[in-house]
């Protein structure tokens, strides 16, 4: 039985925060494994595990757009999030989940999530090898200018971005789905070449209104049958809430001081 959490719109510190809580007190096996489902308010980008600040965004631009900036316990590239957006988490032992090693995690969640997608029509595929044309694509700091081992595609428009961190034997991996991808501010906010995206949102992809609710419904439908299991409704425990809390402050690079709403 795996348990099911809808956070809703919440800063970007505390979603960071609240996905690290929820690794850490799975490895001390104080919860079943997870689905996570949120969004984001307000704008926040998320950085990768690794990546620089400095390099990837512009730190000034960010404040005065009241765009926050945080860091994910995750890999790979910056994402501006918003609520356009279904973000997801999933936290699994390796064991559990039955896998060994990284990509055949990603292969194993990926089905599930795909069939899914599927439930609204999308027909997607998981990308088996990077695509990136061209120095600039190799170079640029957004995760949805490049198709990357482990994202999720629909023709040839990446759809969905995926990234992992393994602690011990337990997998938190962190999934990005825009419904729409905000690209009129990209090139105030990234430090980018003007190089073409190579993704759609959600809704552009289908060509029809897809709500945050039923995105949801249906990544959960497809956990369900593609890994035979349950997933029960439930909460954040108070430890895991107290965790995020004390983690927050140390996800935030930057908080913007005017939020725009």
């Known amino acids: 039985m795996w348990r099911y959490l809808d956070s809703g719109p919440q800063p970007g510190a ?3 925060a609240t996905d690290e809580a929820m690794l850490d007190a799975h490895l001390r096996g104080e919860t079943s494994p997870t689905l996570r489902v949120y969004t984001w308010r307000p704008r926040a980008i998320s950085l990768g595990r690794f990546q620089d600040a400095e390099a990837s965004v512009d730190l000034d631009e960010c404040r005065r757009s009241g765009v926050d900036i945080v860091r994910r316990p995750t890999g790979g ?3 501006l999030h918003t609520e356009d957006e279904v973000t997801f988490s999933i936290v699994i032992s390796e064991q559990q989940l039955g896998t060994r090693g990284v990509m055949d995690s990603y ?3 990926a089905r599930a999530v795909i069939a899914g997608l599927s439930r609204l029509g999308a027909d997607a595929r998981l990308v088996e090898r990077s695509s990136a ?7 640029d700091p957004a995760c949805f200018a490049v198709k990357a081992r482990c994202d999720l595609v629909i023709g040839s428009a990446k ?3 995926s990234a992992q961190v393994h602690r011990d034997g337990v997998i938190l991996q962190q999934n990005s789905l ?3 991808i905000p690209l009129e501010d990209w090139g105030r906010l990234f430090r980018r070449k003007p190089v073409a995206p190579a993704a759609l949102g959600l809704r552009d992809t289908m060509g029809a209104e897809i709500s945050y609710q039923q995105v949801a419904g249906a990544l ?5 049958e593609v890994l035979g299991v349950q997933l029960i409704a439930g909460v954040l425990s108070d430890e895991e809430t107290s965790r995020a809390a004390a983690l927050a402050p140390a996800a935030t690079l930057v908080m913007a001081p005017i939020h725009g709403t």
Do not use: F
């Not at 044309?133 to 170079?139: F, I, K, L, T």
């Not at 959960?220 to 369900?224: D, L, V």
């Open 107 to 109: 292969r194993a969640l």
């Open 178 to 180: 825009p419904l729409r």
């Open 159 to 161: 759809l969905l971005g």
């Open 133 to 139: 044309s061209g120095p600039a694509a190799r170079h």
């Open 14 to 16: 505390l979603n960071m």
């Open 220 to 224: 959960r439908a497809g956990m369900e």
């Open 77 to 79: 590239r910056a994402i």
